[in-house]
């Protein structure tokens, strides 16, 4: 069985008309694919200021006919996710959290750390990473998610702010190879890299691009349309990942 599964981040809703219509657009796109992805997973920084209402703008947005998994960023409160999203309990703790898709499953894991940009695997989520990788039936292939890289993207602003811990959950992974890909967001650029033998995949940024050093100034190009990285999952373990930009209905035509 395969699992189409599609991918965004970094939402960064403020109330703002313009971060409302790139997510918009972007959700529409999704809803109006002619095969329905088998969830979506956002990977964080779904809020800007973690305000309610931000949550509230987040909620209604992605009421979608599919699952849709999320995991926090360093821009969002998990104990404000959890009471303004749908199917989440009331919590100040790690939001970790097990989904089990047809012939996959997926780990969406917190590394936000409350107060720093930068991200860190508690070790109680890699606790609850190793458990529940090992209590998983079968061949079952699964995918990690959480919002920050644990390698270097070669920017130095997310490399400064990336995952503390990535040896931590390196050593975890050797045992644990079912797991056929990490998927992250946080960096703003669409990319592809390996982490532990696996493929890392970075989500493209849906409120705004990260323009790479050897794009020039500015870093941040807020006229990049948003992207949608869309994963293959194959029963064999292998990960095939396609990127798209959400162009205007207009531009589109």
């Not at 989440?88 to 107060?115: F, I, K, M, W, Y």
């Not at 989520?125 to 998610?145: F, H, M, Q, R, Y």
Request: some cysteine.
């Amino acid at each position: 069985m395969t699992v189409l599964l599609a991918h965004i981040s970094d939402l960064h809703l403020d109330g703002s008309d313009r971060a409302t219509e790139r997510a918009a657009r972007t959700v529409d796109y999704l809803r109006d694919l002619p095969q329905a992805p088998d969830a979506l997973l956002v990977t964080g920084d779904i809020a800007d200021t973690a305000a309610p209402s931000e949550y509230e703008e987040a909620a209604r947005l992605l009421d979608l006919p599919f699952p849709v998994m999320v995991c926090p960023g360093n821009h969002d409160d998990r104990a404000a996710l959890r009471r303004v999203l749908p199917g989440h309990e009331p919590s100040d703790q790690p939001l970790n959290r097990l989904h089990h898709l047809p012939g996959a499953a997926v780990l969406t894991c917190d590394s936000a750390v409350p107060g720093h940009d930068g991200g860190l695997l508690e070790p109680a989520t890699l606790v609850w990473i190793n458990e529940t990788l090992s209590g998983l039936e079968g061949d079952t292939p699964a995918l990690l998610a959480f919002h920050h890289p644990p390698v270097r993207v070669h920017h130095p602003l997310p490399d400064s702010i990336r995952l503390a811990n990535a040896d931590d959950l390196a050593g975890l992974l050797h045992a644990h190879p079912r797991v056929a890909g990490i998927l992250v967001g946080h960096a703003h650029t669409g990319g592809a890299t390996t982490f532990a033998g696996r493929p890392l995949l970075l989500a493209p940024g849906v409120t705004w691009t990260l323009r790479m050093p050897w794009e020039g100034e500015p870093a941040v190009n807020r006229d990049q349309p948003p992207g949608v990285a869309f994963h293959v999952l194959e029963q064999d373990h292998r990960l095939t990942t396609h990127f798209r930009a959400v162009m205007r209905a207009e531009a589109a035509v």
